[in-house]
């Protein structure tokens, strides 16, 4: 739709299909209009048009979009032409009050803008663009709907001050969010404030729509406040928890007045939930407010303020019925204890009672799991940090969790067991699926179950075996019941997972030989359960209850099973443990009867005693002495799960998971090795014994990840015995030689070519795992001359056939990536060896291939290029750039005798780099940290390269270290600056040699030559990165300041003109009082520093820029009263 500057019907149309419109084509042809109409210098008048003129609400918000837009731009528009917009539509939205919400929202968003953009504006010795505030205040003055609007320009006002805006200097949003924050936050808080006590003073008519938007637009004004960024943290979200709220001690008045906190209060019992969730969301962040705000009596005399009102909510809990403010009450619960220590809480006087309440309101919170089931962290959250704090607390108060704690156990794992039925009889959602909120409950658990621990391992005990009985009745039952042994399995599944959690918090709190008895005593019932499950496969099999195990088993090897253990008298324990071991015989015929502890545990070792505790009753009942007998116990399970659960996903990589973790760590895998288990998957991996190896088509390709971790792990296992024994080596090799055979067989035939490609990513992946894993010299030649040259060649036709398809070619790329990578000298060949040559060789043809195969595929749609095209581009550069690095290869070798193998791949990497466009070597962070770091080692060792480029393609290279500068991504930003680095030094060198021009060197002064005649023709490329670097040091938080060092002073150095200019824009942009300061800080910055690029000289300067930036800050700090200056030397 080429837009002639439309009628206004015209405009409606496109409004029409921007917003509501159903047919694609058209919403795009809409948008390219959009992005016309801000372009055209009629925009205005238009959006003018569309206000006044305008016969749907869609109109206004185009107007509103673009006059948005049209603010925000970098280049800003005349202060004049902002003031008169601002004001336009302040007149604008106060004759029309009752325009639709969105199109309110959306004027009252350009007015923020403006604002927030303008704040520093000067017209007239005066900040043009503060005295929004003022005409707020009309606003406030007028009807309800009027009143509405106030409070939202200034909701929108705090907000868009809080938003940080990441195209735009950091420093400058700082700046302008600190100077609202000392001007104008606290006025706006308290006028909010003082709303809200008319509003409670007044009989409230809760029907009147317009007094309940009323309250609702104050109360988001009041958190929009309180959730204001004061110290410039920017906070994670996510970390909801460990929030403080940094109000300013000029706030102090408000908090210490008892009447704030009792505001909020009386609003929640006050109003309707969806405005009392709002009130309690104020709470929360009351409740956060740091600690240092008040002296020790204040503080105590808050918190019993905030304590008094969670008591009165407790005792009146209606309002709680509602998931908004249950979720919100749950919430400030979690922050008092982040905030406040035990200590503090049990002197409060209503402490007692309000623990009283707040566990009973837990435990039936737990009863209902189905409601609000997000909130329940909160709530485990406050459990874990009591619990966790017991022993840290001096006070004689007591703390009476020894008597809540264990109920909030047993309600927790009470409910849970009791909900299986429900979920299973009317077929709702199970908790159970739900992995990752399951574990994260589970953790907060641990050290809450581990409070007064007898009386939870006694309920597990009970529960366990009352639940395994009735499973084993029904198995044996020749009619067993579909629904009762489903129900019966969710419960057991459950009392695993438990079990796995109360054990695993062992390393959370303080244990004594008593709870590690008690962990034996639980952790034989679960190895048994395994037994009995593990017997009666394939039949009797069940995902949830294997996944519950898996959980089990990692629990108790990070508790019992590792290096602490080895620290213990072997051979005492043994001998006293082999006199406890049972007949086999007598195990299996009950697995579930329970024995009594024998007498004679008295007469074990004392050295020996704390292993021996929990394995005594294992020792009994499973003839399990020691970590020893575990391990085996593991690994059986492992070997078991992989041979019955292949075609199970989340259990083949749980438990490969759990493999994976048990291979790493020397003393471990000494054990392991000798176990049967072991030796038998060594000796027997393939899909026969182990399915998920298999290759049909019921497995999904993605399934083919876990065989990585399998090999990875295999391998490990394999490296402590093997030495330098090449027919073991070959031995283990032996199923992967018979698939490579038959793929070499049928890869010409045009039968089973699908088979044939899906053995090949198998293989792949395979091979990498074993890759990763072979970190010495000698297991890695093996490897390779295993591989060369007979199978190499058949991954390189695999890539010219299935080029196209990112689950063939990734894996492979990855093999490749992985072989490139010289991990602990590796691949530090013999002097004879031609291995690093040969290697890179054949890596040099995959990139080639790949990049000219997938340069054919010509422009892909925005999801389907990082997929199709640039991430196996960026696994090529994470190749290439290993090998550069991988210090195996001589490169001179290959100009030398004639080998175009590494110009093939330096100009495929160009062809590739050029098909990219800047902003994705950005946005996609595996392609920028592939390929920045690769850019840095061509400018390192390969100037010659770079300086060969054609202009364009150096132009594009030198824009792209620009555009890396200033990314938040710390690896990218540094690798830039190294490669300026390189650049930079390069070109000095070359022009303080230029005159002498001896013979030898003529090729490296020509090349010196064509970078200097590049840089002459183009002077804004160094320019421009010697601005950002200055203007990353002076008013960006700078968190590489050493990488920044290296490469301005050569900058400098090579264009001191353009420094002087950038020095004189900074200092006469300021005050005149700061001027001389500023001026003395830059002479200080050169001081000592010499005209040249020595390593003495690069660190003096680095020395004298840190001084610099923080001379520079503490010059530019000032108070909002000083006349503002710029913040950009960019501009």
Known sequence: MALHFQSLAELEVLCTHLYIGTDLTQRIEAEKALLELIDSPECLSKCQLLLEQGTTSYAQLLAATCLSKLVSRISPLPVEQRVDIRNYILNYVASQPKLVPFVIQALIQVIAKITKLGWFEVQKDQFVFREIIADVKKFLQGTVEHCVIGVIILSELTQEMNLVDYSRPSAKHRKIATSFRDSSLKDILVLACSLLKEVLAKPLNLQDEGQQNLVMQVLKLVLNCLNFDFIGSSADESADDLCTVQIPTTWRTIFLEPETLDLFFSLYHSLPPLLSQLALSCLVQFASTRRSLFSSPERAKYLGNLIKGVKRILENPQGLSDPGNYHEFCRFLARLKTNYQLGELVLVKEYPEVIRLIANFTITSLQHWEFAPNSIHYLLTLWQRMVASVPFVKSTEPHLLDTYAPEITKAFITSRLESVAIVVRDNLDDPLDDTATVFQQLEQLCTVSRCEYEKTCTLLVQLFDQNAQTYQKLLHSPS??????????????????????????????????EHDAMDGELSCRVFQLISLMDTGLPQCSNEKIELAILWFLDQFRKTYVGDQLQRTSKRESESWSLSLILSPGAIMQDPFEVVRLRSDVSRVPEKAWKIVKVYARMSEVLGITDDNHVLETFMTKIVTNLKYWGRCEPVISRTLQFLNDLSVGYILLKKLVKIDAVKFMLKNHTSEHFPFLGISDSYSLNDFRCRTTFYTALTRLLMVDLGEDEDEFENFMLPLTVSFETVLQIFNNNFKQEDVKRMLIGLARDLRGI???????????????????????????????????????????????????????????????????????????????????????????????????????????????????????????????????????????????????????????????????????????????????????????????????????????????????????????????????????????????????????????????????????????????????????????????????????????????????????????????????????????????????????????????????????MS
């Not at 991990?823 to 530090?828: A, E, P, V």
């Not at 095209?869 to 070798?893: D, H, P, Q, R, T």
Request: glycine share 4%; net charge neutral; proline share 4%.
């Open 480 to 513: 067993g019941i579909t629904v009762d042994k489903a129900i019966q399995e969710g419960r057991l599944a459950w009392l695993v997972y438990l079990v796995g959690t109360v054990v695993g918090g062992r390393l959370t709190y303080t244990s004594t030989d």
């Open 771 to 1129: 890759a990763f894993a072979l970190n010495t010299k000698s297991s890695y030649t093996m490897l390779f001359d295993w591989m060369y040259p007979t199978y190499l060649p058949i991954l390189q036709r695999t890539i010219e056939r299935w080029y196209g398809e990112p689950a063939c070619t990734t894996p492979i790329l990855k093999l490749m990536a992985e072989l490139m990578q010289n991990r602990s000298q590796r691949l530090n060949f013999d002097v004879s060896s031609p291995n690093g040559i040969l290697l890179f060789r054949e890596a040099s043809k995959m990139i080639c291939t790949y990049g000219n195969q997938i340069l054919s595929l010509g422009s892909l749609s925005k999801d389907q290029i990082y997929p199709m095209k640039l991430k196996g581009i960026s696994i090529c550069y994470s190749a290439l750039k290993s090998a550069l690095c991988g210090n195996y290869v001589s490169f001179g070798v290959f100009k030398l005798y004639g080998d175009n193998h590494f110009d093939n791949v330096l100009q495929a990497f160009v062809k590739m780099l050029l098909s990219v466009c800047h902003s994705d070597l950005l946005q996609y962070r595996k392609l920028s940290q592939s390929y920045y770091p690769l850019l840095e080692c061509l400018t390192q060792d390969h100037m010659s390269f770079i300086t060969n480029l054609e202009p364009p393609v150096l132009l594009y290279v030198l824009t792209s270290i620009s555009e890396g500068l200033t990314t938040l991504d710390t690896v990218v930003s540094s690798s830039c600056c190294t490669s300026l680095d390189y650049v930079v030094t390069y070109l000095f060198k070359h022009i303080a040699k230029e005159g002498k021009k001896p013979l030898r060197c003529r090729e490296a002064t020509q090349a010196g030559q064509r970078l200097l005649h590049f840089m002459q023709q183009n002077p804004d490329v160094l320019q421009q990165m010697m601005s950002v670097l200055m203007n990353t040091i002076v008013f960006e938080d700078c968190r590489n300041q050493w990488s920044v060092s290296r490469p301005l002073l050569g900058l400098i150095l090579l264009n001191e003109k353009y420094f002087s200019e950038l020095r004189a824009s900074l200092i006469n942009s300021q005050p005149v009082p700061k001027q001389e300061v500023l001026a003395q800080c830059f002479r200080n910055l050169m001081e000592g520093v010499e005209q040249n690029l020595s390593i003495k000289n690069r660190d003096r300067f680095t020395q004298n820029l840190s001084v610099f930036r923080r001379d520079v800050a503490e010059a530019l700090r000032s108070d909002g009263s000083t006349e503002p200056c710029s913040l950009d030397m």
